[in-house]
Each structure stands twice: as structure tokens, then as C-alpha cells.
């Protein structure tokens, strides 16, 4: 009887140790599963701060971007602003110079101008007469033009330049009077054998056309 009692404690013994032991060893199991859950937790949570410090990283490096970007653009819109006001300086200094170039052409224009006289002798008459300003360099045939345009009378010519010839002013025309009659010019009482398309005339000259008749 003593003896099965004591077989009966020592299996109890022996199954409280082994029970002892396995609840020992699921415990130590169970920590060390929540160790390793603990460590790939924080790893998993240090992989994220870096993720994110290397998103923050990547938007930093965006925003510098776009920073030099818009600074770029402004230094090249303020240096095209300043090359427009450049051009437009230019420009206007051109215009000025133009402006200054023309009036001074003008004013060299109105101050060579010649005023001379003219007279027109027909047939024992003078048909018109009077004075008139020209441009300096003007001929004595462009003198005759611009007066008897002015004064409405008939100009007929022949030939052009220094060859052009006058035949008839004021309806009165070459051979009306026989066959050596026409008209010749004089400036200032002299006689010239050039055509009247070639003589300059100079300020204050007279001049006189007159219808001869050499038969």
C-alpha cells in the first residue's frame, strides 16, 4: 500500500515537473515570439522613417528644384525686359536721329531756294512776267515750267534733259512767223547757246524769253 502511494506521488511529482516545464517553455516560446514581433516591429517602423525622411528628402529637393527653376525664369525675364527697353531706347534714339536728320534736310531744302525773274516777249508785246522761287539747282527750262504752270499758259517742247527744247509758250509757237522764227532765252541780258534744259540758274537772275523772227 505505502509502496503504490509513493509511485502515485512520484508520478505526480514527475507530471507537475513536466508540466512545469512545458508552461516554462511556451512562456519562454511566447517572449521570444513577441521579441522577434517586437524587433521586426521597430525594424518595420525604421523602415518607414527612412521611407519617409527619403520622401521628405525627395519633396525638399522638388521644391529646391522648382525655387531654381522660377529664379532661372525671373533672371531671364529680367533680362529680356532689359534687352525690350534696350531695343526700345535704341529705337527711339533712331527715331530722334531721323527726326533731327529730316528737319535739318528740310531746313537745308527751304534755305536753297533761289528767287529769280522772268519775262515772256511775244510779238512786239510781253505776254507775262513776274518772279518765282525755285529750287537752287533748277534749270532755266524748269523755271519756264514752273511759272507758266503756274500762270496756266501752253508750254510745247521737244527732246528731254539737256537736250529739250522749247516750241511754243502760250499758244505762240515756232514758224507761226515764218520758217526762222521760234524762241531763245537770255539770263541777265546775255545771249546763250546751251539748252535751256542744262543752265542752272543762280539766286536773283533775270530771265527773259523772247520770240524772234530772224527773216
Known amino acids: 500500500m505505502k509502496k503504490n502511494q509513493f509511485n502515485n506521488t512520484t508520478?505526480?511529482?514527475?507530471?507537475f515537473v513536466v508540466c512545469s516545464f512545458l508552461?516554462?517553455?511556451?512562456?519562454?516560446?511566447?517572449?521570444?515570439?513577441?521579441?522577434?514581433?517586437?524587433?521586426?516591429?521597430?525594424?518595420?517602423?525604421?523602415v518607414e522613417n527612412e521611407e519617409e525622411?527619403?520622401?521628405?528628402?525627395?519633396?525638399?529637393?522638388?521644391?529646391e528644384i522648382v525655387v531654381t527653376d522660377q529664379e532661372e525664369i525671373q533672371e531671364d525675364s529680367v533680362e529680356q525686359q532689359a534687352e525690350?527697353?534696350?531695343?526700345?531706347?535704341?529705337t527711339e534714339q533712331e527715331e530722334v536721329e531721323f527726326e533731327e536728320e529730316t528737319s535739318s534736310s528740310s531746313t537745308s531744302q527751304q534755305e536753297a531756294i533761289s528767287q529769280v525773274s522772268i519775262i515772256i516777249y511775244g510779238v512786239n508785246e510781253t505776254m507775262s512776267s513776274g518772279?518765282?522761287?525755285?529750287?537752287?539747282?533748277?534749270?532755266?527750262?524748269?523755271?519756264l515750267l514752273e511759272y507758266t504752270t503756274s500762270q496756266s499758259m501752253e508750254l510745247k517742247t521737244s527732246g528731254i534733259g539737256t537736250s529739250i527744247y522749247v516750241k511754243g509758250i502760250g499758244g505762240l509757237n515756232e514758224f507761226d512767223y515764218g520758217g526762222r522764227s521760234g524762241w531763245t532765252y537770255t539770263v541777265n541780258g546775255n545771249y546763250l547757246s546751251m539748252s535751256?534744259?542744262?543752265?542752272?540758274?543762280?539766286?536773283?537772275?533775270?530771265?527773259?524769253?523772247?520770240?524772234a523772227n530772224y527773216e
Do not use: F, M, P, R
Open 53 to 63: 525622411n527619403i520622401d521628405e528628402q525627395i519633396v525638399e529637393d522638388d521644391q
Open 11 to 15: 508520478k505526480i511529482t514527475i507530471a
Open 196 to 211: 535751256c534744259g542744262a543752265y542752272e540758274i543762280g539766286e536773283g537772275d533775270v530771265i527773259e524769253w523772247i520770240y
Open 23 to 46: 508552461v516554462i517553455l511556451g512562456i519562454g516560446i511566447y517572449q521570444s515570439l513577441d521579441t522577434k514581433e517586437e524587433v521586426i516591429y521597430e525594424q518595420e517602423e525604421v
Open 84 to 90: 525690350t527697353e534696350q531695343v526700345e531706347t535704341e
Open 131 to 143: 518772279t518765282i522761287q525755285v529750287a537752287q539747282s533748277s534749270t532755266v527750262y524748269e523755271v
